[in-house]
Structure formats: C-alpha cells, structure tokens
C-alpha cells in the first residue's frame, strides 16, 4: 500500500471532506490514472480493519479528496483523526465509467449522499458530455463542503432527485432519448430504475457495495444481470439498470 497524510478535513453533521496528500518520495501521480468510476482502498495504521473502499471526488499533482459519510468504525476513526496523520491506500479499483459509456453522447448525471463524489469527478473530468446534473441531500448543512450550484436538498425544497428528474425531462426541449448515470443508496437506484421504466429513459447505475479486497476475490460484493453474476468491484461499479436483476 502506498502512503498518504491526511493535510485537511472538514465536517457537517455526518459527513468529511477529507484532502490527502501523497507523502513526498513516493508520489506516484495516482491522479493521472484515477478515472472517474474507479475507487480507492484506505486504511488506517492502527485499527486492526481491512481497507475500505471510497471513491475520489477530485484528484491533483499532489492528492486527492473525498466525501465520506460517517457510518462505521473507519470512518468514525477518521473523523477524529488529526491532521498530518499517516493513512495507507491502494488502488485505483473498478472500471471507469468511460469504458461502458458511449462517450460521445451527452448525459443526465445524478448523485445523492456520497454518491455525488463520482458524479462531480465525472462533471468535471468530461463536462461536455454532462447534459444536466441533480445532486441531493437530505439536509443543506452539506452546501458547505461542496462547492455546486446543482445541488437540492430535501429539507428545503421537499423534492427528491427523482423529482427533480421528473420535472426537468418535462421541460426537456430535445425528442432523443434521454441517458442517465446516477450514484447513489441502492434505495435510491432501485427507485430510479422504476422511474426510468415509466419515463422512458436508459439509465447506468453506479452501485454502493461493501467491498472486502476490492479486486473481486473475496466474492463479497456479488449482483445478480442477465449475464450471470458479477463483482461489484471487479466488473462495476457502473452497471445499466435492465441488465440488473433487481428483486435477487
């Protein structure tokens, strides 16, 4: 695993936007090869836990950032870590949303919770591919990590990002067919899925799995397609949503 520090961290209620530099000798410009999609495994020096997997909200020369939420015991720990501390990371895992994407289309792009981190990669490393973008959050106590003005957040407006889906592919001026990557709780995709059935669009799911190695060995994060079973980490984490078998 290679090495990183910890060089910022702010928090809103229950979720960080953790900056990590790479530790100089060893910087390897990971940032070149982190594509959007495509995850991280950190780990900690001293909680004896396996690596947990996270995906880069942006990346530099020198590091890369991520939005977390707090649900566990890593993340709990790197709540509370302090500045400058050593972490541990490996990767980057998964397939990038450009290779199973017709990049020469145009995309809705949606995100809700964390799930904004690869939607936000994705918006800035290929804007002219971004039709529209909708990232949710229940409370707008998150405005203040993430810099966006598509942002809705449910406790204000009373709408979800399905709604806003809705009411945008009502005023939607062009008769193509419309293309959506969404990421996000397998609630929310789930929900997208019906929605995209009545509303007539394609829709690529970004899944939220608990991983264990990251590379598709320990059989941990397995779904159910119409081609037999995958990893999420291994053969996702984009999937289109009929190729899934929801109800497994």
Not at 12 to 28: A, E, M, N, P, R
Not at 162 to 175: H, N, P, Q, W
Not at 177 to 182: E, H, K, L, Q, R
Not at 190 to 215: N, P, Q, W
């Amino acid at each position: 695993m290679k090495e990183i520090t910890l060089n910022n961290k702010k928090m809103v209620d229950d979720f960080i936007l953790v900056d990590f530099l790479f530790k100089k000798g060893s910087q390897k410009e990971i940032c070149e090869v982190v594509h959007p999609g495509q995850f991280l495994m950190l780990k900690n020096r001293t909680e004896p836990v396996l690596a947990k997997p996270f995906s880069v909200l942006n990346s530099t020369e020198s590091g890369f950032s991520m939005l977390i939420k707090v649900v566990g015991r890593f993340t709990s720990y790197l709540k509370d870590a302090q500045l400058k501390e050593l972490f541990y990371f490996r990767g980057p895992y998964g397939v990038p949303y450009s290779k199973k994407l017709n990049m020469s289309g145009k995309y809705i792009t949606i995100g809700g919770g964390c799930g904004v981190a690869p939607i936000m990669h994705f918006n800035n490393t290929y804007s002219s591919r971004v039709e529209k973008t909708i990232l949710g959050f229940k409370d707008e106590s998150v405005a203040e990590l993430i810099n966006t003005d598509d942002a809705i957040f449910e406790s204000v407006s009373g709408k979800t990002v399905i709604d806003s889906l809705e009411d945008y592919l009502k005023e939607r001026k062009t008769a193509e067919t419309p293309s959506v990557i969404a990421c996000g709780s397998i609630g929310m995709c789930k929900a997208l899925h019906e929605h995209s059935r009545k509303m007539g669009y394609t829709l690529f799911v970004s899944l939220d799995e608990r991983m264990g190695c990251g590379i598709g060995m320990c059989k941990g994060c397995p779904i159910k397609t119409k081609n037999g079973i995958r990893m999420v980490c291994k053969d996702g984490p984009l999937f289109e949503s009929e190729e899934i078998i929801w109800d497994w």
